[in-house]
């Protein structure tokens, strides 16, 4: 079983709708989430972190964390084309390092 | 406030040469990680230093890779011996130095895309 999986995809939603993107991880004492967006060819750029259980906004971005169910998402309220990218999740323990999941290629059509 | 910097951007190498990457954190910042992506594959972590010390280096295959982070200058991610199958991205973040309580984001710099001919 791989640490944290996510839906490769790739998703597509229409210009202005809400895109959904699932992570889960396997250990439990995993403590810090974060989900990064990596355009083709380029870095990862952080987009959130969430520690705590609940949901944290950032404009139009909203990471939700369910602990118990292991579970972390990512909502891109009124999806733009410029969100085309694959989105990665990723989580630390307690080691310092990112684990991430193999990533969600996300487009968003005009 | 300057970011990650890394360099080389890209880099070419014959089968049996040395690469030399480098890594210059964020301001502020004393922890650095190397991570390597593999064409169409996720991220996967190789090594973790502060200064002058490698804290974990879980990740690194165990011939020709070595790192270091001086007391002075970058930290260096060294591969001797290139095959082709080192072609990879290589990407470097850093975080700050964690107190009680805090987490660590890490920042990712723009990476040294390595081809090995």
């Known amino acids: 079983q791989k640490e944290v999986e996510q839906n490769s995809g790739p998703l597509s939603v229409p210009e202005g709708a809400i895109a959904s993107l699932n992570c889960t991880y396997s250990?439990?004492?995993?403590?810090?989430f974060f989900w990064y967006r990596q355009y083709s060819g380029k870095s990862p750029e952080l987009i959130m972190s969430?520690?705590?259980?609940g949901d944290k906004e950032d404009g139009r971005f909203t990471a939700q964390l369910n602990k118990a169910s292991q579970y972390v998402s990512l909502l891109i309220r009124d999806s733009q084309p410029s969100d085309s990218a694959t989105y990665l999740c990723?989580?630390?323990?307690?080691?310092?390092?990112?684990?991430f999941g193999s990533g969600t290629q996300l487009t968003v059509l005009p | 406030n300057a970011g990650v910097m890394q360099n080389p951007r890209h880099l070419v190498r014959r089968r049996g040469q040395e690469a030399r990457l480098r890594c210059s954190p964020m301001k502020g910042h004393s922890h650095v990680y190397w991570y390597r992506q593999l064409p169409e594959e996720g991220l996967k972590f190789m090594v973790y230093?502060?200064?002058?010390?490698?804290?974990?280096e879980s990740g690194m295959p165990k011939e020709r890779f070595s790192a270091e982070f001086p007391k002075e200058g970058p930290s260096i991610l060294r591969i001797q011996q290139v095959v082709r199958g080192d072609s990879a991205a290589y990407f470097c973040?850093?975080?700050?130095?964690?107190?009680?309580?805090?987490?660590?984001?890490?920042?990712f710099g723009p990476g040294t895309r390595l081809t090995v001919l």
């Open positions: 230093l502060q200064k002058e010390n490698i804290i974990d």
């Open positions: 250990d439990r004492v995993s403590q810090s």
């Open positions: 973040a850093s975080s700050r130095r964690r107190e009680a309580g805090l987490t660590d984001t890490q920042y």
């Open positions: 969430i520690y705590s259980n």
């Open positions: 990723a989580v630390t323990g307690s080691a310092r390092q990112l684990t």
